[in-house]
């Protein structure tokens, strides 16, 4: 059972552009949704990270989107910049339960220059 | 943040050998994880790993299979029992971040372990 969807799987995007991913749940007792971030033969790294309180996040250029009644968050990158391609992943967690993070499928972001 | 290393990087190893990949950080830590990524896939994860505790593992993954050892609060190990080309992933470990100003719940990664059974 999946319990992230993520799409879409793979998106480019000119420099400068706004790629936007989208993720949504299924479990209602998720209470941590962060974004990862991976580059080829790297570990992810944290990015950006929401808790259902707020509706909105912005680090810098990276900006989290929280629906909760739908179920959705989405991550916005503002003035994307061809460092900016990699692989993204949100995932979701339940904070009682020792942050074991489930993962969604993983986007594929190219940025042109 | 923790800073975390692994070793091995990448091997190749026959079907049914085993292989223990070993995970450090350089910072005390509570919680230690480890993950499966299948070339061009999402993480799973394998088990949650505790200092003086056994491992927890999630479905579909049997301690006979990946044994976890966590010897202190600095290093953990998975091993890949009698493997077969199925196992050939690429395995990572993690660690909850701890200390004044880190967020709940945020996890650093090792690079990962790229391992291929033929």
């Known amino acids: 059972q999946q319990q992230v969807k993520q799409s879409p799987q793979s998106l480019i995007v000119q420099k400068g552009g706004i790629p936007i991913i989208n993720c949504a749940y299924e479990?209602?007792?998720?209470?941590?949704f962060p974004w990862y971030q991976q580059f080829p033969g790297k570990g992810p790294a944290l990015l950006i990270a929401?808790?259902?309180?707020?509706s909105e996040k912005k680090e810098g250029r990276f900006t989290i989107s929280f629906n909760k009644s739908a179920k959705q968050f989405s991550l916005h990158i503002m003035d994307s910049q061809p460092g900016d391609s990699a692989t993204y992943f949100c995932?979701?967690?339940?904070?009682?339960?020792?942050?074991?993070?489930?993962f969604g499928e993983g986007t594929q972001l190219t940025v042109n220059p | 943040s923790a800073v975390i290393s692994q070793k091995p990087s990448r091997d190749i190893c026959q079907r049914g050998t085993s292989l223990t990949i070993q995970c450090q950080v350089d910072s005390q830590v509570t919680m230690m994880f480890w993950y499966r990524q299948q070339p061009g896939q999402s993480l799973t994860l394998i088990a949650t790993?505790?200092?003086?505790?056994?491992?927890?593992?999630e479905s579909g993954f049997v301690i006979d299979k990946f044994p976890i050892s966590r010897p202190n609060l600095t290093f953990s190990t998975l091993t890949v029992s009698n493997m077969s080309p199925e196992d050939s992933s690429i395995y990572l470990c993690s660690v909850e971040g701890q200390g004044v100003g880190i967020p709940l719940g945020t996890q650093y990664f090792g690079p990962g372990t790229r391992l291929l059974v033929l």
């Open positions: 929401i808790r259902p309180d707020v």
């Open positions: 995932a979701a967690a339940r904070e009682t339960s020792g942050s074991r993070l489930t």
């Open positions: 479990n209602t007792a998720f209470d941590y």
């Open positions: 790993a505790n200092q003086g505790s056994e491992a927890t593992y």
